[in-house]
Structure formats: structure tokens, C-alpha cells
């Protein structure tokens, strides 16, 4: 047992990590960590607590980066409030699909975005952006899918989050990160939520793996304030967690499918 918690704490500290760095990652490093270190025997179930516990993970980072001033406010509430009806309706149909082509699909995703993080060009964005009615339409639209998909998916949805408020509202990395995590927050609570009602929350690893995740995420967002000056880096960063874990997902998920049928 003390190993096993030992493991846990380690694996949310991790995900902590991740969150404070690039606002994502969360549970696209949780679920499998949860799946093949934790030991948590059903997919389902990794999903429902890796939710709860990047929540809550991810709202901790959130006020790290409040307090650095890399939070903007009125686009992070906007892409939240549409997402969290999204979450929900994503969340929903998650839990009937086959957990096994959930993962599979889940990495597939991944590989998807940090394709487009890479090819990304042009400036690094708007330090000063504000609110407008276009922009507010983009990210409620952009938060809309994003949480559709972040519920389908069992994740904190920061992978999708994070360019979604650049695309939206033209705001530097840095930035995207720092208000990416009430988005995070808020879909997560949501998808949790939705799995708790159904017995799909292991509450106990849950727990353990929060406090390792609020050690984690401080570290990581110091060092996201440090590097978020040179052009590109945290993009890079962002993008290798994606193909890093999409491919191991991809390979524990799509291995048995195969062997199955041969």
C-alpha cells in the first residue's frame, strides 16, 4: 500500500507539473498513469478520477498564475462557460463508448493538435488583448467543441484548451496557458461529475494524487514564467508531452485490439 501511494503522489505531482508548465497534459498524462502505474484496472474509472483530480489540480495552478498576472480574466470565463455545457454532453456519451477505442481515439487526437502547435507561424501574440464581441463569438464557439470533445475524452481538455483561447482571442502562450486552467478546472469538475454519478470515481487515489499535483504545478508554472520568453519553446514543449504519450497510449491501447483479432 505505501508503494502504491508512493506512486500516486508521484504520478499527480507529474501531472501538477504539466498543468503549471503548458496548461495541459493533464489528464493526457493522468489517465495512462493512473491505467499502467497506479494500477486502476478499468479505463472508465481512470477517466472519472483523473477528472477530479485535475480539477482540482488544475484550479490550484489556476491561482499560481492569477497572482503571476497570466491570467485574462474575461476570455477564460467566456471560453469556460461555453465549454462546461460541451463537458457535459461529451462526458455523456464518453461513458458508453468502449474504453479501449476511447484511449485509442484519445491519442490520435493528441498527435492532431501538436501537429498544429508545431506548424503554428506567425507572432506571439497580443499581450494587451481584450474582449471583443468577435472574439467573445470565436471562444465561445472554439469553448463550445473544445468541452464536447475534453468530456468525450475524460480530460482536464488543456491540449485542446490552450490553442483554442490563441486561436480565439490571439493572446501569447503564456497567457493561453495561465487562463487555460479555469477552463480546465471547470470542464474536468464537469466530466467528474458526470462519471461520480455513475460509481466511476475511485475518490481514495483521487485524493493522494491531488496533493502531489498542487507540488507539481508550482514548479511548473515557475518554470513557464521563465522560459515563456523564448519564441516557441513552451510550443515545442507542449507539443513532444502530446506525441510522447499519444504514442505509448497508442501502443497499449491498439496492441491488444490487434492481437485480439489475429
Wanted: hydrophobic letters at 55%.
Amino acid at each position: 500500500m505505501v508503494l502504491h501511494d508512493l506512486l500516486t503522489v508521484l504520478s499527480g505531482v507529474v501531472v501538477g507539473f504539466a498543468l503549471g508548465l503548458i496548461g495541459g497534459g493533464g489528464s493526457i498524462l493522468a489517465v495512462p498513469l493512473l491505467l499502467y502505474v497506479v494500477g486502476v484496472s478499468d479505463p472508465h474509472v481512470a477517466i472519472g478520477t483523473s477528472a477530479l483530480a485535475v480539477a482540482v489540480s488544475a484550479f490550484a495552478n489556476f491561482a499560481q498564475h492569477a497572482r503571476a498576472g497570466n491570467v485574462k480574466w474575461p476570455c477564460a470565463l467566456t471560453f469556460a462557460g461555453a465549454g462546461v455545457v460541451g463537458a457535459f454532453i461529451g462526458s455523456t456519451a464518453g461513458k458508453l463508448t468502449n474504453g479501449q477505442h476511447l484511449l485509442a481515439l484519445f491519442a490520435l487526437v493528441m498527435i492532431a493538435v501538436g501537429v498544429s502547435m508545431l506548424v503554428r507561424r506567425g507572432p506571439d501574440g497580443d499581450p494587451h488583448v481584450r474582449l471583443t464581441p468577435r472574439i467573445a463569438l470565436k471562444l465561445a464557439v472554439i469553448g463550445f467543441s473544445a468541452g464536447m470533445l475534453s468530456g468525450f475524452f475524460g480530460i482536464g481538455g488543456g491540449f485542446l484548451i490552450v490553442p483554442g483561447i490563441m486561436l480565439g482571442s490571439g493572446m501569447p502562450m503564456i497567457y493561453a496557458v495561465g487562463s487555460s486552467l479555469f477552463s480546465v478546472g471547470v470542464f474536468g469538475l464537469s466530466t467528474a461529475a458526470n462519471y461520480a454519478l455513475s460509481g466511476l470515481v475511485d475518490w481514495r487515489i483521487a485524493a493522494i494524487f491531488i496533493g502531489g499535483g498542487i507540488v507539481g504545478g508550482f514548479l511548473g508554472m515557475r518554470l513557464a514564467i521563465r522560459i515563456a520568453s523564448r519564441r516557441g519553446a513552451l510550443a515545442r514543449i507542449f507539443a513532444f508531452v502530446l506525441f510522447a504519450v499519444a504514442a505509448y497510449m497508442l501502443y497499449r491501447s491498439v496492441g491488444p485490439l490487434l492481437a485480439a483479432r489475429a
